[in-house]
């Protein structure tokens, strides 16, 4: 690690007629420039390569009952110049190494008559920029709120961006791939379409946000650390091009709480030429605190069937009863209450699983439906609350947990809290008390529905505090959590890596509820991964869910082939084998990709990317000399031409190749794939078919000796 004095050269120019400050990333490429507009307000603008991609933009702040707000009457008091440049390794990963190397520009502001300080703080990578405010400790500003951040990002066009609603309640959305003058208009068809609750402006976006300029430029706009902060959308001035940061407000509307001392999240503008880099990119990671965890040998990654995917596509369900006893928790004898006859958490249905997940190979088994309370929920009371810790009775904890641990297969716990976010709070320490006493190491938690208390949201400030508050006290029981319906991901993961996935996006699931579009995996890595891994539940075989529940008359709208990518091009150190035991043993050679593909990573190579459209992606796994590739395509049939130029040099590899046949389709034909194996270098080259919503994966093995011998070469 090395610290000290900016390398950098940080110099007073012309800006505008105002005296400014400039800053340049390590590698020259990024210049980013800091002003004082005439009446003081704060401005900065980013260049990239000699081209701005941030025109100049304001920063500021409106403080709820304050006439005066942070927003100009600003001067300079103080100003320090540093370099830093560091490597650390993640517990889990994409790289064994990552490398965190930025120049950083500190402006302490002070304001006119109020005396009110305020510093920013910004760091230029060489992928992009992070900037964030910090109040330090002073009488004129001890405790405030935030009524709006007026952070923004004037962009230099009418790019394509590939955005989602500013839902304060979902990002479980398609994306849309449109101009930003054309979000308007379509903003109206998203909403109506997907019921979004929407309350500011019709342009208003989530992040990450991503876009392409027309001249070829890739641009992300996004967060990091997002910690005692709301959430950030982005509401879009369509005239100008200019888009502002805009807070989930609380039920009482207020943005924020804040106390002095305290700092915001970072901002973050990722850029690049190569679409390629923006996937790579590893900077909102590097602007969050390092591991807190002092001994994290326990956090493992996992590989994983489960009781799930029976129940959303609704082969069968989550509760015991369809009987809604509405009366205090833990009071109703469910032995006398009627079984459904469709419940999926059964002694013998999970030993199934068990049973499939030990003869395959998986870490774990997942159980949805497990624990009283759905019967209630599903009939929309929320007087009946889950205990996370009493059993249905065709579930026996002890019997599995014992079955299980005899075949080396752990069980993960499942907590949906249907929303009711204190009454979860109330039993945590309980509820992960009886999973360690019961073996389990790792919970997935769900959100589903309405916060309680009423009016708040998915995202505010208080809701977020309640995620991270999940996260530490799980850390604390050794427990790792995969947290779904929270907010989307803005590498907290860095500082605390028992936080293995989330899902934050619109996930496989929506494959049985109408279908997702055929290029959305095309976009996830670009827009959501950046923050940290997503449980995508990947891996369907049997497309036509008619076929599990005649009355789903869903597609899902992906190969084969494609869902065996996803493996490699959607990272996650969790990953699921989602689809029923039955599917994998109707195609046992396909089947074999996910038994053999790794989870931890050494190195990754991204080999082809361009938004909507594909991305190839080599990963080499954990301690190994095996490499895995993965590729998924969008709408149009194209050929992905690639290098293997990332494998040693002087070894040869057998190449397992799965991909689509010639006449697959998403639609008419998405089962059509075919295997074959080949020998490659270094030097080897190959050119691949991809289908519409298809794909290819490859494992790559060092060949043993006589592997060679008649094996074709490619």
Not at 120 to 148: M, S, T
Not at 180 to 190: A, N, Q, T
Not at 287 to 302: C, H, Q, R, S, T
Request: with cysteine; hydrophobic share 35%.
């Amino acid at each position: 690690m090395k610290k000290g004095l900016q390398l950098a050269c940080i110099f007073v120019l012309c800006f505008g007629n105002i005296m400014a400050q400039q800053l340049t990333s390590p590698d020259k490429k990024f210049v980013l420039v800091f002003a004082l507009q005439g009446d003081g307000t704060p401005v900065y603008q980013l260049d990239y390569n000699g081209k701005q991609v941030v025109k100049p933009s304001k920063l500021g702040f409106v403080l709820k009952g304050d006439k005066q707000s942070l927003l100009n009457q600003f001067t300079v008091v103080d100003q320090k110049q540093s370099t830093f440049d560091e490597s650390w390794n993640p517990v889990w990963g994409e790289v064994k190494t990552i490398r965190n190397h930025y120049n950083e520009l500190a402006v302490t502001l002070s304001q006119k008559e109020s005396n009110r300080k305020m510093l920013i703080r910004f760091r230029l990578f060489n992928d992009g920029l992070g900037f964030r405010y910090e109040f330090p400790q002073q009488k004129e500003l001890a405790y405030f709120v935030i009524k709006e951040e007026r952070t923004q990002f004037a962009m230099t066009g009418n790019h394509t961006a590939y955005w989602i609603p500013g839902d304060y309640d979902t990002q479980e959305y398609d994306f849309t791939t449109s101009k930003l003058s054309e979000i308007r208009e379509l903003m109206k068809k998203s909403i109506t379409d997907n019921l979004a609750q929407t309350s500011f402006s019709p342009t208003g976006v989530q992040t990450s946000l991503m876009m392409k300029s027309s001249d070829g430029i890739y641009i992300n706009l996004h967060e990091a650390a997002l910690i005692n902060y709301s959430c950030m959308h982005l509401n879009l001035d369509d005239k100008n091009m200019v888009f502002e940061s805009w807070l989930t407000p609380d039920a009482k509307g207020d943005k924020g709480y804040m106390q002095a001392p305290c700092t915001t999240p970072w901002r973050t503008v990722i850029v690049s030429s190569d679409a390629r880099d923006i996937l790579a990119s590893k900077m909102i990671y590097n602007l969050n605190e390092p591991n807190k965890i002092k001994d994290p040998g326990w956090i493992k990654p996992v590989k994983y069937v489960g009781v799930w995917w029976e129940m959303i596509t609704g082969k069968s369900s989550w509760s015991y009863t369809n009987e809604y006893p509405s009366v205090q928790l833990g009071v109703t004898d469910f032995t006398k209450a009627k079984p459904s006859g469709t419940h999926g958490a059964t002694n013998a249905n999970v030993k199934k699983y068990i049973d499939f997940a030990a003869k395959h190979g998986f870490d774990a088994v997942l159980v949805e439906g497990w624990n009283i309370g759905w019967e209630d929920w599903f009939g929309n009371s929320k007087d009946y609350v889950f205990d996370f810790v009493t059993p249905y009775p065709d579930f026996n904890v002890q019997e599995l947990r014992d079955y299980a641990k005899a075949k080396g297969v752990r069980i993960i716990m499942h907590h949906e809290t249907s929303g009711s976010v204190r009454n979860y709070e109330r039993h945590l320490d309980t509820a992960y008390r009886f999973m360690k006493q019961n073996g389990y190491n790792a919970v997935k938690s769900g959100y589903v529905g309405p916060i309680l208390p009423r009016g708040e949201t998915h995202y505010s400030q208080w809701i977020v505090n309640h995620y991270q508050y999940a996260i530490e006290k799980a850390a604390d029981y050794q427990i790792m959590v995969n947290a779904h319906e929270a907010v989307r991901p803005t590498g907290i993961a860095r500082t605390y890596p028992n936080l293995i996935g989330n899902e934050s996006a619109r996930g496989t699931e929506y494959q049985a509820f109408g279908g997702s579009k055929a290029n959305h995996v095309t976009l996830l890595p670009f827009t959501r991964l950046l923050g940290g891994p997503m449980d995508y539940t990947p891996g369907i075989f049997e497309m036509d869910l008619s076929k599990l529940n005649p009355a789903n008359k869903s597609h899902v709208n992906s190969t084969l082939a494609n869902q065996l990518a996803l493996y490699v091009t959607m990272y996650s150190p969790l990953q699921m084998a989602a689809d029923l035991p039955e599917n994998y043993d109707r195609f046992p050679d396909a089947f074999q990709f996910i038994k053999d593909v790794a989870i931890d990573w050494d190195d990754s190579k991204y080999l082809e990317a361009e938004p909507g459209e594909y991305i190839t992606v080599a990963r080499k796994a954990k301690g190994k000399d095996e490499w895995y590739l993965g590729s998924v395509n969008g709408y149009s049939k194209r050929t992905s031409k690639i290098s293997f130029d990332f494998l040693d040099k002087g070894t040869t590899y057998i190449a397992t190749i799965y991909a689509d046949a010639k006449d697959a389709d998403f639609k008419s034909n998405p089962q059509a794939y075919v295997i074959r194996k080949v020998l490659v270098k270094n030097t080897s080259k190959l050119q691949q078919l991809c289908a519409p919503g298809g794909g290819y994966a490859i494992s790559l093995m060092v060949a043993g000796k006589g592997a060679t011998k008649g094996s074709k070469s490619l």
